[in-house]
Nanobody, 122 residues
Framework: QVQLVESGGGLVQTGGSLRLSCAASGRTFSTGTMGWFRQTPGKQRDLVAVINRSARVYADSVKGRFTISRDNAKNTVYLQMNSLKPEDTADYYC?????????????????WGQGTRVTVSS
């Protein structure tokens, strides 16, 4: 059974930093794709960043502030979030697929974590 477990969310002030982690178990995604999405109440889940073996793609709203990385030995993906803004407040979800892609479509990802909440105070 595949599981994705996020951690690292919390409350931070504007301009602060957080690092989210997503540990996968049950199968390896080292040759596939892992990504981070975020969602606020009443809105759709939007792509934040995605990483595969040859590319990293970011939403325009986080370029230059967020960095996605992965440790294949640990089957873990990270999201380093710097210069956080109140509009970054959301529930952040990890997603994974064994395929190589850079899509931001929810339906293209096979596995999802339970989410971790990030709150940025002004």
């Amino acid at each position: 059974q595949v599981q994705l477990v996020e951690s690292g969310g919390g409350l931070v002030q504007t301009g602060g930093s957080l690092r989210l982690s997503c540990a996968a178990s049950g199968r390896t995604f080292s040759t596939g794709t892992m990504g981070w999405f975020r969602q606020t109440p009443g809105k759709q889940r939007d792509l934040v960043a995605v990483i595969n073996r040859s590319a990293r793609v970011y939403a325009d709203s986080v370029k230059g502030r967020f960095t996605i990385s992965r440790d294949n030995a640990k089957n873990t993906v990270y999201l380093q979030m710097n210069s956080l803004k109140p509009e970054d407040t959301a529930d952040y979800y990890c997603a994974a697929s064994p395929r190589v892609m850079v899509t931001g479509k929810e339906a293209d990802y096979d596995y999802w974590g339970q989410g971790t909440r990030v709150t940025v105070s002004s």
